[in-house]
């Protein structure tokens, strides 16, 4: 198998020689041409390692046997209409993508929770406030979408004794979780959700649900009042003006947005200085490409071996 | 038992007719007299739930058998140079106080970790910063004092990834934790710290510990650069010129600082608006009253029954 790597060039972890690099410790002696860089046969490419890879290039690999997305989320490569519509795709899943994940839920869950934004303004207004502060246990955190990170994440917020909920297209049960599936599973989600974690892969199911009519669902008796959203899937996910116009008018009480539509977050966005927005660079999970190299070489050796392939992508449920 | 409330009055969930009406539902129909407020015969009294009590009030009650500490450090009441030497001294420890302060905890670590601040004013200032998250594998976060808070946060960070390590002043062994013991662990303790968690009790041979020497032996060679220091215990415990200068010479990286030597912190502290420091008042577990009362009454009725107390403090260490 000759693996093609057709990385869109990026800076950091994502350049392509620094992809090359890691997967040439991974399969060593083997034949890694760079698209757009190197010259190779198209007809003797059979497996290609794509992050946002040139639109239309797969299409021209007669040989092509499997698509290695380099990432949780495959909506940048199903988003191409001249994907072969054939090959397997196989997505990222790894404890460490996992892990970072759950960090940051937890970490921004924690900051609402505690009152991280109030308190941070008290401290520079000089205010020691009287204290109030209620437990895990009083706080209702909801999880829509039940894949792998939120799974992960869950367990750690059941141990530190939040109230637990999630919601999934299909039925899923987990330990200490009440779970809600569906349609008809949405609304009493919502409605005993004080703190929403989206979790969702982008799909044209999915695109759009963080809107106005999915806030006003969502738990007003709560003790933060107004109820919070915390956004780790994929900008396409949230509405960003229904985000903002709910932030103004109470329906939401803050929103934590790590994924935007447009990325970098365009400087004329409100959101970077909405008071009740917490913005970072989509760095929820940085992708380490050790981990990642390590999984996809894996992997491809299974592959030659005659083994199944994991974490293959279901096109008609798009992830 | 006649049990006197001996309460020092202050906001919210501390006042004396609120911690009256609690201990009344655990022991419905019997005298609960409240010091300074209500009159009672001394020699009458053979219990006492005491939150720093009017020095010298201890010392009136002939028959006292047994005070139970409102809060799970018992420093303000050892200060008290006429408390009477022997009568059991019994502190809080209850699973909300706990999980309270292991809440704090991995919050604030994980703030530290992700690196918060920067991206808080990185959010300020527009700036979409890139990504170049490290992982908690790559953190090591040390708890000094082993107590039960300890123990549960450690067990909460392991989970999350982290490198855990502990130092106590006699040995434990911990799941998942690397553990240094008395002072000849302490160097190696702090030399492989990167993150400091101090959870110890207040007494003569702590006062002061988190001080310019202590702060110089941390690690200098971990992902934040300088180390972080986090106290959670009682502001006793640190020195504050020493966590002043150290920030301003970068021997320390920040400081997140939850209780303070006086307190409410004076307005005119330069820790307020430190650009280093994360300051909260005195909140990192706020006591339920209803878990303690319940706690108290539950230890009260055994120690009626003839059971042995819990808990007792041991005055020699001093907690």
Chains 1, 2 share one sequence.
Not at 46 to 69: D, E, Q, S, Y
Not at 169 to 178: E, I, Q
Request: net charge neutral.
């Amino acid at each position: 198998v000759t693996l093609l790597l057709a990385i869109q060039p990026s800076g950091g972890n994502w350049s392509p020689p620094a992809w090359h690099e890691r997967f040439s410790a991974r399969l060593p002696g083997r034949a890694l041409p760079i698209a757009d860089v190197d010259v190779f046969d198209p007809a003797a490419i059979t497996a290609v390692a794509a992050w946002k890879p040139p639109p239309g290039l797969l299409a021209t690999l007669p040989n092509l046997r499997v698509i290695f997305n380099l990432g949780a989320g495959v909506d940048a490569l199903l988003a191409d209409p001249t994907l072969p519509q054939h090959v397997p795709i196989v997505r990222v899943v790894t404890a460490d993508l996992t892990r970072r994940m759950t960090e940051y839920i937890v970490w921004q869950v924690l900051d609402q929770h505690r009152r991280g934004p109030m308190l941070r303004a008290a401290q520079a207004r000089g205010d020691w406030l009287a204290k109030d502060q209620w437990a895990a246990h009083d706080m209702r955190v909801g999880l829509m979408g039940l894949g792998e990170i939120a799974q992960d994440a869950a367990a750690v917020l059941v141990r530190l004794g939040f109230q637990v909920s999630g919601w999934s297209r299909t039925p899923r049960r987990l330990d200490g979780v009440t779970t809600y599936a569906g349609a008809d599973g949405l609304a009493p989600f919502l409605a005993t959700t004080d703190i929403l974690v989206a979790a969702l892969p982008l799909t044209p199911q999915t695109r759009g649900v963080l809107n106005r009519r999915l806030f006003e669902g969502l738990a007003r008796d709560g003790k933060l009042g107004a109820p919070v959203v915390i956004n780790v899937g994929r900008g396409g996910l949230h509405v960003e003006a229904d985000v903002l116009a709910c932030l103004d008018e109470g329906i939401l009480g803050a929103a934590v947005l790590d994924v935007f539509e447009v990325e970098p977050l365009p400087a004329a966005s409100p959101l970077w200085r909405h008071p009740r927005v917490t913005l970072t660079p989509h760095n929820a999970a940085d992708s380490d490409p050790d981990a990642i190299s390590g999984y996809v070489a894996g992997q491809l050796l299974a592959f030659e071996a005659g083994q199944p392939l994991v974490n293959v992508v279901d096109r008609r449920r798009g992830y």
